[in-house]
């Protein structure tokens, strides 16, 4: 009677847990970037919500990797910021952090006995895409895990042309003696990378100076959804950019989709602007010049890329000359 009683207590649970599982309820203790949201009465869990810091530096740390960074060069620059890590000693591990971005969990999805098998009730921190790209991109055999890293220009990738609106791209052979950015798509501009680095740097410094320290807030949960929203509108406006580039989506019908997605791009955008990334809060001060000495490319790129907008536009003085006004800047 004692092993039937038994059983049948072991039925139960394993029926209790898969129906919380079916449910979406969360189990365990949550990954970083959440907190335990509990029952007030019974101390039950209820769910997971965001801890806004943690949860900034896993969104960071996500958008990174599938820009091409090395988890080797992310983690010693955290571990330099002396960001919060989940670990006892402190420090950002390359390994630690591969296992914490492979988990279903911040993609909202719930995990039973090892696999998927549907969505949490919790915030999802990236995309299901965003979660199936990182999957591919850490498991891969060929990936190198070196500390190296690929990029090594400031603004390749990030800058756009004012054309086209392509990224563009670092262009510097042997035969020329001056290293340009150029259009990645239809080479509509080029433009010295020595000149643009330094207006643009000299622009960043500047902000960053004038910014105290004390104003900087990075706890803002709702802002870390906004600025989620945000990125995923973009996303979703850049994939139906794609289609009508392949003819696959008509000019009109882009600029309807246009005319819905931006808007909803600008509020979300208003709305993630009363928070800030760790990275400014970390820069920001008199000391943001000393500091910028210090940092390598990889640092320095983040703080262009969710700071400023930079557009290299046609040059209106002659191809011999640099006008800053040929290259404006527009502040996140």
Same mark, same amino acid.
């Given at each position: 009677?004692?092993?039937?009683?038994a059983?049948?207590?072991?039925?139960?649970?394993?029926?209790?847990?898969?129906?919380?599982?079916?449910?979406?309820?969360?189990?365990?203790?949550?990954?970083?970037?959440?907190?335990?949201?509990?029952?007030?009465v019974s101390? %039950?869990? &209820? $769910?997971?919500?965001?801890? /806004?810091? #943690?949860?900034?530096?896993? !969104?960071e740390v996500s958008? +990174?990797v599938?820009?091409g960074?090395?988890?080797?060069?992310?983690? %010693?620059? &955290? $571990?330099?910021?002396?960001? /919060?890590a #989940?670990t006892?000693?402190? !420090?950002?591990?390359?390994? +630690?952090?591969?296992?914490?971005?492979l988990?279903?969990?911040?993609?909202?999805?719930?995990?039973?006995?090892?696999?998927v098998?549907?969505?949490?009730?919790?915030?999802?921190l990236?995309t299901?895409?965003?979660?199936?790209?990182?999957?591919?991109?850490?498991?891969?055999?060929?990936?190198?895990?070196s500390?190296?890293?690929?990029?090594?220009?400031l603004?390749?990738?990030?800058?756009?042309?004012?054309?086209?609106?392509?990224?563009?791209?670092?262009f510097g052979?042997?035969?020329?003696?001056?290293?340009?950015?150029?259009?990645?798509?239809?080479?509509?501009?080029?433009?010295?990378?020595d000149?643009?680095?330094?207006?643009v740097v000299?622009?960043?410094?500047?902000?960053l100076?004038?910014?105290?320290?004390?104003?900087?807030?990075?706890?803002?949960?709702?802002?870390?959804?906004?600025?989620?929203?945000?990125?995923?509108?973009?996303?979703?406006?850049?994939?139906?950019?794609?289609?009508?580039?392949?003819?696959?989506?008509?000019?009109?019908?882009?600029a309807?989709?246009e005319?819905?997605?931006?808007?909803?791009?600008?509020?979300?955008?208003?709305r993630a602007?009363?928070?800030?990334?760790?990275i400014i809060?970390h820069?920001?001060?008199?000391?943001a010049?000393?500091t910028w000495e210090?940092?390598?490319?990889l640092?320095?790129?983040?703080l262009v890329?969710?700071?400023?907008?930079v557009?290299?536009?046609?040059s209106?003085?002659?191809?011999?000359?640099?006008?800053?006004?040929?290259?404006?800047?527009?502040?996140?």
């Amino acid at each position: 009677m004692a092993e039937k009683e038994a059983e049948q207590l072991r039925t139960r649970v394993l029926r209790g847990k898969r129906a919380a599982a079916l449910a979406g309820r969360p189990n365990g203790f949550p990954p970083y970037g959440y907190r335990i949201v509990r029952d007030p009465v019974s101390g %039950r869990t &209820l $769910t997971w919500e965001l801890d /806004p810091e #943690p949860a900034m530096v896993i !969104e960071e740390v996500s958008q +990174r990797v599938l820009g091409g960074e090395s988890l080797f060069a992310i983690a %010693r620059e &955290l $571990t330099m910021r002396k960001v /919060p890590a #989940p670990t006892k000693t402190g !420090e950002w591990l390359p390994r +630690r952090m591969r296992l914490m971005l492979l988990t279903p969990s911040y993609a909202g999805l719930r995990v039973h006995q090892g696999k998927v098998i549907g969505k949490g009730v919790w915030p999802a921190l990236i995309t299901e895409e965003e979660h199936l790209q990182l999957t591919a991109i850490l498991t891969d055999p060929s990936r190198v895990t070196s500390s190296s890293s690929a990029t090594k220009h400031l603004l390749t990738g990030i800058a756009r042309c004012g054309v086209c609106g392509s990224v563009v791209r670092y262009f510097g052979p042997k035969s020329l003696k001056t290293p340009t950015y150029q259009c990645e798509a239809n080479s509509c501009v080029r433009r010295r990378t020595d000149l643009v680095d330094e207006l643009v740097v000299e622009n960043l410094l500047a902000r960053l100076e004038a910014l105290d320290p004390d104003d900087i807030d990075t706890t803002n949960v709702d802002a870390v959804e906004a600025m989620r929203e945000a990125r995923q509108l973009r996303a979703r406006l850049e994939a139906f950019a794609d289609q009508a580039a392949d003819g696959a989506l008509t000019a009109a019908s882009l600029a309807r989709v246009e005319a819905k997605l931006l808007p909803q791009i600008a509020a979300a955008e208003r709305r993630a602007s009363v928070s800030q990334h760790p990275i400014i809060g970390h820069m920001a001060g008199p000391d943001a010049r000393s500091t910028w000495e210090t940092l390598d490319i990889l640092p320095r790129r983040e703080l262009v890329r969710v700071m400023m907008t930079v557009t290299i536009n046609k040059s209106t003085v002659g191809t011999r000359r640099f006008s800053p006004a040929d290259v404006p800047i527009a502040w996140k």
